[in-house]
């Protein structure tokens, strides 16, 4: 096809899904419900280009190798499946945006707003970073564990190269760098083996978000009490007068000050002594890794 320039809003609303735009120029276009699917758009130009907040645009499985975008404003646009290797973003926002399993690699990433992006299962390899805005869209719990764990190829890493600095979106994703190693390894452990690894890391990222909540670990170890305090009250109800002593019986074990009397269930109260330790490894993990992130 032969290269055009666009302008203004004669785009806008349109369907330009799986045609060949490649190497044309956006100047100033709006793309509010304008889609992009399956479009070559292999080194094109995308120059102050914005669509409104409120609708969409929509690069799902597009091809933006080599794209060039500046000071483009596309909130809540769709990037699913799209190609952006070697792209170079200047200056613009797709804050709110789906980015699931995109492609970024090799891309140059200048005073970028990545806030609230859903990049699962997207790919950073070899980024230069020179200055992004971001704040995840999801934690890496055990949902997004399991999604990955589902995959058939083999994980992505996230590789970062010069200009980089420490910022919430390298620390994302170097988690998800820190994550595909530990399913490298799990993908070459026969099933017996592969199977308590996937079941300890899912504990993990539920209780934890794999060493970074400590809200999570706060709730997960209430609930522990709480459960136990419930199971105490109720099938040690002679011993108990009510819930609340029940309870503070079963934090007592938890935290290991409690003491064992055969009336109160001596196996119940090793289990929940077993789990406080438990719990008490993952809490120096959450302190450990903010400790970390902090150099």
Request: proline share 2%; glycine share 6%; hydrophobic share 40%.
């Amino acid at each position: 096809m032969t290269r055009q320039t666009f302008h203004g809003d004669e785009l806008k609303g349109k369907n330009l899904s799986r045609q060949d735009l490649s190497g044309c120029v956006f100047d100033e276009c709006d793309f509010t419900n304008t889609a992009f699917t399956e479009t070559n758009l292999e080194g094109a130009t995308f120059n102050r280009c914005s669509s409104d907040s409120d609708s969409y645009s929509k690069f799902s499985m597009a091809n933006l190798t080599n794209t060039r975008w500046h000071g483009c404003q596309l909130e809540n646009a769709d990037f699913d499946d799209a190609n952006l290797t070697g792209a170079k973003l200047r200056n613009t926002s797709i804050k709110g945006a789906t980015a699931r399993n995109s492609q970024w690699d090799d891309s140059r990433l200048d005073d970028v707003d990545f806030s609230s992006v859903d990049f699962d299962l997207a790919s950073f390899r070899d980024v230069k970073v020179i200055r992004v805005k971001f704040r995840p869209a999801l934690v890496t719990g055990t949902r997004h564990f399991l999604r990955l764990l589902k995959q058939k190829r083999t994980a992505k890493h996230t590789i970062f190269t010069s200009g980089t600095e420490l910022s919430p979106f390298i620390e994302y994703c170097s988690r998800e760098y820190r994550l595909s190693l530990l399913l490298l390894e799990i993908e070459q452990l026969p099933f017996y083996k592969k199977l308590p690894r996937v079941l300890f890391a899912a504990v993990i990222g539920l209780v934890s978000d794999f060493g970074h909540s400590l809200s999570r670990w706060l709730l997960s170890s209430l609930l522990i009490v709480s459960l136990f305090g419930g199971y105490f009250a109720i099938a040690k109800k002679a011993a108990f007068g009510d819930f609340s002593s029940a309870w503070h019986h079963a934090l007592l074990h938890f935290i290991n000050q409690g003491s064992f009397t055969p009336a109160t269930d001596g196996v119940a109260q090793t289990v929940l002594n077993v789990l406080g330790y438990f719990m008490l490894g993952i809490l120096i993990s959450i302190i450990t890794n903010r400790f970390v992130s902090r150099w």
